[in-house]
């Protein structure tokens, strides 16, 4: 039972980042309507930053300022990394392509992620770094929750992913600005028509997703420890299934889909195996989107010819 | 949009109208006026010459072309025709390759002959192909393409850890080590174990591959295939049998892969699982992206293109030569004026003159290193500064720094546009004799990663194709 009980604290860490991520593809999607491949190294690159600002403020161990400051630096500079690249790629990567055929921005996407991991493996080598997380707020420091004691930065990952979905909620459905990200991904021409910057909104969406990927990335840093330029690949395939099983498009089921997809996870490798996890979370999502691709919260799509 | 209720005939009038004026028209009408059957005898013959003056190592690099070019024809006809996003192809390669690996070594008793066992891996890797197309009866698009990227992992997975499989005795794949001494192809009593003689069974292949598609392509099946690239519901509204064609055309680009994977199993003796990376699938898309979706001699001239281009990284003068060519041809397409160019050449070497004045005031002469290339580094070491190894950092910040500069420069225009070039073309010298000209395999990397994104913004039609008319 206690087991169980760490193996869920676990998923529901894992199950956290995921459901950022997944945010990042699930909002890209409502709005453009295509599949945004980069943004796992979105998060890579926000991962990579939150370990150059730990470095620049002394490392792990020989930090030069309190922890809670690098923390806050951390996820800082993680999502000014990743928001501006995320930016960047809608600018120069998506936005050229508006009107180009289905293929032709999952093309780019493909080819967009492929260079940044290229860039990454240039810039930070093959080697994968530690935050070495435990040297900045020791194991020690844990809560007892029932039979199970939970580390705080497991503690901190999940309030901060709460908090910021909280926040993300709010904001899609009661701001000025999240109303248009609602109209766009209703339908984008009656939405220019009515007066909305269709531009302004679709950047202001990858800034929101790649953020979010950012800080995504920071945390998976702090809790699991390696960052290396592979990590946005898998990550980000899990996560855009994570989309996928909560249905594509819908914020909360971006998070229930994180959720669902962390705790598979979790419970796969400790219960079964983990050489095959992610072999049996593919399978799972292989069934998943046969029986069900509009997923869990999804609205069915009409075709219009 | 004028084009709408216009058929692609009509919409492309002005387009063929254009293709014969200019200082290229005359050759281009002698082109056309020779029959494509014809043309593709002139080119397998020219290209059949070409092992008798190659040395080894080089007939070696064109089994790898050969390799590509025949992937990314069969990746043709999944994406560029029937128009479905197909990231699973390099597992059908794999499944081929593995096949074939397993009935003709001596890994297990099993031993076919080749005329037995290539039949049945082509016709076994079409039912795969047509398995794994019957999600694409309910999605499409992304999902689809999520969905073969996850066969390819898959795929990955359990040929890696297959002996760890539960309830798993005979060790299929040979797990990450892959398996070796498999037996090359043999016809008619007649191995084919050289690297020449595998360069001709490969063109000879290659070439009634092309004919076959080239058929296919004109028939109702391909005319079919292009109506449901466009639009698989109003194609399905005309009556076409859309679920029966998406299938066949999986089918069918699976059949090339897996009939290519064989080769590649022979070639190399052996198969393993790094052969059928992310890595390689991207290499294929850039060789089919370069070329031109939907273009058969286009995918062939873009798998020279992205085969050769990683041979010639490797070897630091020709990098050097390419790399140099590629930045003066890229500054007169952008700029085309005379002035602008010129301007921009010596704005360059004058900038690189006083940085290098600074910094070696700065940090002193260590600063300086040997240039990469011997023929170039007279000239470069006049105003390129070249950095020790151990200023690895500065040539990671200057990576970055290139990359904004790129980005500025697209969005500029004008003479800020030259303004900006001349610190971007310099620390992107700096960058490439630094760090790109050194790795050449990450070079590579982002070089295809680019190719795709650039082509899809700038010639989506690929280098040789025509304009794809939108027809709404």
Do not use: C
Not at chain 1, 62 to 83: E, H, K, N, Q, R
Not at chain 2, 393 to 419: D, M, N
């Amino acid at each position: 039972m206690e087991f169980f009980l760490q193996q869920t604290v676990n998923g529901l860490t894992l199950g956290s980042v995921y459901a950022l991520l997944a945010l990042g593809y699930s909002m890209v999607y409502g709005v453009l309507k295509f599949l945004n491949f980069a943004h796992g190294e979105v998060y890579m690159f926000g991962a990579f930053a939150g370990y150059g600002v730990l470095t620049v403020l002394g490392g792990a161990a020989g930090l030069a300022v309190p922890v809670w400051l690098a923390l806050t630096l951390m996820f800082v500079g993680a999502v000014v990394v990743s928001s501006g690249i995320g930016v960047a790629l809608e600018r120069f990567a998506y936005r050229p392509l508006r009107t180009a055929s289905r293929l032709a921005p999952l093309i780019s996407a493909i080819g967009a992620s492929f260079f940044l991991q290229a860039a990454a493996l240039l810039l930070f080598s093959a080697n994968s770094r530690s935050y070495q997380a435990p040297t900045l707020i020791p194991i020690e420091n844990s809560l007892t929750v029932g039979p199970i004691s939970v580390w705080v930065v497991r503690i901190l990952v999940i309030v901060t992913a709460v908090v910021l979905m909280i926040l993300l909620t709010w904001w899609v459905r009661a701001s000025r600005m999240g109303k248009a990200v609602r109209a766009l991904s209703y339908d984008t021409e009656a939405a220019a028509m009515m007066g909305i910057d269709v531009d302004r909104v679709i950047v202001i969406t990858f800034l929101i997703g790649s953020a979010l990927a950012g800080v995504g990335g920071v945390m998976v840093g702090l809790v699991f420890g390696r960052v290396f330029h592979l990590m946005g690949f898998i990550a980000g395939l899990k996560a855009f299934t994570a989309a996928v099983v909560g249905g594509i498009g819908s914020i909360p089921g971006a998070m229930l889909g994180g959720l669902l997809i962390g705790f598979a996870e979790a419970y796969t490798t400790a219960f079964i195996s983990s050489t095959f996890q992610n072999l049996i979370v593919f399978g799972l999502l292989i069934v998943f989107l046969l029986v069900r691709p509009r997923g869990f919260l999804g609205r069915p799509e009409v075709a219009k010819v | 949009m004028s084009d709408i209720g216009v058929d692609r005939w009509v919409a492309e009038s002005e387009e063929r109208d254009q293709r014969y004026t200019g200082w290229l028209g005359p050759g281009r009408r002698l082109l056309d006026r020779i029959p494509s059957g014809w043309k593709l005898v002139a080119f397998l013959g020219v290209v059949g010459l070409y092992p008798m003056f190659a040395s080894q190592a080089g007939v070696r690099i064109g089994i790898t072309v050969l390799l590509l070019a025949m992937l990314a024809i069969g990746l043709n006809v999944v994406v560029g025709w029937a128009g479905m996003l197909d990231l699973g192809y390099v597992a059908f390669y794999g499944f081929g390759a593995y096949f074939y690996a397993i009935v003709s070594s001596p890994h297990l008793p099993a031993h076919w002959p080749t005329w037995v066992s290539i039949p049945v891996i082509v016709v076994a890797s079409a039912l795969l192909g047509a398995l794994l197309s019957l999600p694409s009866r309910r999605l499409i698009g992304d999902y689809l393409a999520i969905m073969t990227l996850f066969f390819a992992q898959v795929f990955i997975e359990v040929v890696r850890n297959y002996p760890r499989l539960p309830g798993i005795e005979t060790d299929l794949t040979g797990g990450p080590n892959g398996i070796t001494g498999v037996e090359p192809w043999e016809l008619f009593g007649f191995a084919i174990d050289t690297f020449n003689r595998n360069f001709y069974l490969l063109l000879v292949l290659l070439g009634l591959v092309i004919v076959l598609l080239r058929n296919v392509d004109r028939s109702r099946t391909g005319i079919a295939w292009r109506a449901l690239r466009e639009d698989s519901l109003a194609a399905a509204h005309m009556t076409t049998p859309v679920n029966r064609l998406k299938m066949l055309a999986f089918a069918v680009g699976a059949a090339i892969a897996g009939l290519t994977g064989t080769v590649l199993a022979s070639v190399q003796v052996g198969v393993f699982p790094n052969n059928f990376l992310l890595l390689f699938l991207i290499t294929i898309y850039a060789a089919l992206i370069l070329g031109g979706l939907g273009s058969i001699p286009g995918a062939v001239i873009g798998a020279i293109a992205v085969a050769v281009s990683p041979e010639i990284l490797r070897n630091p003068t020709a990098a050097g030569w390419l790399f140099y060519l590629a930045l003066i041809l890229l500054l007169v397409t952008v700029l085309r004026e005379p002035l602008r160019i010129t301007s921009v050449i010596i704005g360059v070497a004058g900038f690189g003159y006083l940085v290098r004045l600074a910094a070696v005031a700065i940090w002193g002469d260590t600063i300086l290193g040997p240039a990469n290339d011997a023929f170039l580094s007279e000239f470069l070491d006049a105003w390129a500064l070249i950095l020790g190894p151990a200023q690895d950092i500065a040539s990671s910040y200057a990576f970055v720094l290139a990359i904004g500069g790129v980005l500025a420069v697209i969005v500029t225009k004008g003479w800020w546009r030259v303004a900006l070039l001349i610190p971007t073309a310099y620390v992107a010298i700096f960058v490439w004799e630094n760090k790109l000209a050194l790795e050449p395999s990450i070079t590579r990397q982002l070089l295809f990663g680019g190719v795709l994104v650039v082509m899809m913004a700038v010639r989506p039609q690929g280098l040789l194709g025509t304009r794809r008319v939108e027809i709404t």
